[in-house]
């Protein structure tokens, strides 16, 4: 087998008229944690539906595992494990049963599933929970509980659709922490996220998509790098003044993003361009320098935030 | 150690093959195990709801009807022999509508499992089938309690009753499969409900040759009894308990009716979920 453990080009899927995914190509080799970063709607689960050979594509060729989904669609989600943006947990059974049956989906034999389960179990963090019905599970917990489902049959790469979204911060850290236990082992993970700090956090190399197209690619470093300045400083004069003051902002610096309650000013160096605009007699009503972010890279490839 | 093995050799033991051959029936046992939740639930219906039509219908209509047709019967038989091989494939077919309807919306629906299903090995047609094998063995269980407390009231007093087992269940399998087809065809499962219960079931059921021979309505709401799986069951029934006269095309035209819902349904079944899960 290749280096390359999922290998596309040129993919594509319409719905109708609208082209979710618009002819991209990307590569993820074995052992690295791939993000694909973008807001919602821009087609990071629609790729991943395809990846995970459950949704065909209409243009354009991906191998998964070295096979053609379309040929081979049982074969290779034999070897995936699969995170849903939705848990689709069975809410009437326990965690115990949720996670043996999903390990005789892939016809694993009943004694190796009962004691997978106890190592899962214990990854996830639910031993105490082992026989309560999921209904009556957090979110956090039922999130975990789906990654632990999908590791059940030991895959080789494991994906996760939106992984955080809608936890609590602690709950977040929790599966966090998890996550990077896996990537420490070498599990290839997919991740899509619409959180730059998750993305920072667990990818190694993640591509940015926007509407059905890959803007950028790289290391969350290398991406900042390319596309944005060391610091960001970001300035609130009111609603009422920003755009009063933004025409002289704008030739202090090498860019600005003004948004519609802040102006952002990329910079390498944020206090001394601060001491600057109050040397200006400029007076802004709140002032912060902080590190550029996989934000800024996306604010400043697409026009617009992750989160609107 | 709170690292999770990742190596230990399920690789090596995930068996596509086996899947290929036993998905359906993977899929039936987690549903069982679903359905065993609400075991006293439906028992409780299963016993139940025999017990009240009985004494209801079956011994308070009955006992009047008796009275007043004398021994020419009702079809040449007591009332309550004639009522039991429709009862009990009412009984099937509502089972039948329970574990094949909601376990299709929910999986589609409310909390999507078949997503979950459908991205290991499993493919939407075993899916299909396992969720059909689920309502087919809580068929099977309703109909043969029905049954037993039939026999409990001393309602059965041929010595083929227990022929209608089979037809029944027959019956609540072939429209289970069909309705299971259009549960997973459904959008907007709220409407679906409504229209359902009052117009689909409630008239098949009364009019379906149930409680008098078909032949008493009026020939304009006879083809309600013609495309209902519960009257070709009955009549099926009537004709193996007792000796219910009909031609033997006819009881052809019943099998081959009940039959083709049945294929039909799976059919459809097994091609919509595939197209659905695939998205």
């Not at chain 1, 596309?227 to 933004?246: H, I, P």
């Not at chain 2, 079809?75 to 494939?89: E, I, N, Q, S």
């Not at chain 2, 008239?203 to 709401?221: A, E, Q, R, V």
């Amino acid at each position: 087998m290749s280096e390359f453990l999922i290998s596309a080009r040129g993919l594509t899927k319409k719905f109708g008229d609208f082209v979710a995914v618009n002819g991209i190509d990307f590569d993820v080799r074995k052992g690295e944690s791939f993000g694909l970063l973008g807001p919602n709607g821009a087609g990071k689960s629609t790729t991943m539906r395809i990846i995970g050979a459950t949704s065909q594509r209409d243009a354009g060729t991906i191998t998964i595992l070295g096979k053609d989904p379309e040929k081979h669609g049982p074969q290779i989600r034999a070897h995936l494990g699969v995170v849903p943006q939705q848990d689709s947990l069975d809410m009437q059974l326990t965690v115990v049963e949720n996670l043996y049956i999903y390990g005789r989906y892939f016809g694993l034999p009943r004694k190796f599933v009962k004691g997978k389960i106890e190592e899962l179990l214990t990854f996830a963090q639910l031993e105490e929970k082992r026989d309560a019905k999921v209904e009556t599970l957090s979110g956090g917990m039922k999130r975990r509980l789906t990654i632990a489902r999908a590791l059940v049959s030991e895959p080789e790469i494991l994906m996760l659709d939106e992984p955080t979204t809608g936890l609590d911060p602690q709950a977040r850290h929790i599966l966090w922490d998890r996550l990077f236990r896996l990537k420490e082992q070498g599990v290839t993970l997919v991740i899509t996220t619409h959180f730059m700090d998750e993305a920072e956090q667990l990818c190694d190399r993640l591509i940015v998509m926007d509407k059905g197209n890959i803007m950028a690619e790289g290391s969350p470093a290398s991406l900042i790098k390319d596309y944005s300045t060391k610091e960001v400083l970001e300035v609130r004069f009111g609603s009422d003044r920003n755009q009063e003051v933004a025409d002289k902002l704008r030739s202090m610096c090498e860019r600005t993003e003004e948004l519609p309650d802040r102006i952002l000013m990329y910079t390498e160096d944020g206090e001394t361009l601060l001491e600057q605009i109050y040397a200006a007699d400029l007076h802004p009503k709140t002032s912060l320098v902080r590190r550029s972010s996989l934000e800024d890279v996306f604010l400043r490839l697409t026009g617009r935030t992750l989160i609107e | 150690m709170s690292i999770v093995n990742i190596r230990q050799g399920s690789t090596r033991l995930v068996d596509t093959k086996k899947v290929h051959l036993r998905g359906a029936l993977y899929v039936a046992e987690a549903r069982t195990r679903a359905m065993m939740k609400w075991f006293w639930m439906i028992l409780a219906i299963a016993v139940a709801n025999p017990a009240l039509y009985l004494i209801s219908v079956g011994i308070g209509l009955g006992g009047l009807i008796d009275k007043n047709v004398g021994s020419a019967g009702i079809d040449g038989v007591k009332y309550l022999t004639f009522l039991a091989p429709a009862l009990l494939a009412q009984a099937a077919i509502q089972s039948a509508m329970d574990e094949t309807v909601y376990p299709t919306i929910e999986g589609f629906k409310w909390y999507k499992v078949f997503y979950s299903m459908n991205s290991t090995p499993l493919s939407g047609g075993q899916i299909s089938l396992g969720v059909f094998l689920t309502a087919l063995f809580r068929t099977v269980y309703t109909v043969i309690l029905y049954f037993l407390v039939m026999w409990f009231f001393g309602a059965l007093d041929s010595p083929r009753a227990w022929l209608a087992i089979p037809t029944a269940i027959f019956a609540g399998v072939s429209f289970g499969a069909l309705m299971q087809a259009v549960a997973a065809k459904l959008e907007n499962e709220n409407i679906f409900f409504v229209v359902l219960g009052r117009f689909i079931m409630m008239p098949l059921f009364l009019f379906s040759g149930t409680f008098f021979p078909l032949t008493s309505m009026p020939f304009f709401l006879q083809w309600i009894g013609w495309i209902s799986p519960l009257w070709h069951a009955t009549e099926l029934g009537r004709y193996l308990t007792y000796g219910h006269e009909i031609s033997s095309s006819m009881v052809l035209i019943h099998f081959a009716v009940l039959i083709t819902m049945l294929v039909a349904g799976l059919y459809l079944s097994a091609r919509i979920f595939t197209k659905r899960l695939a998205k």
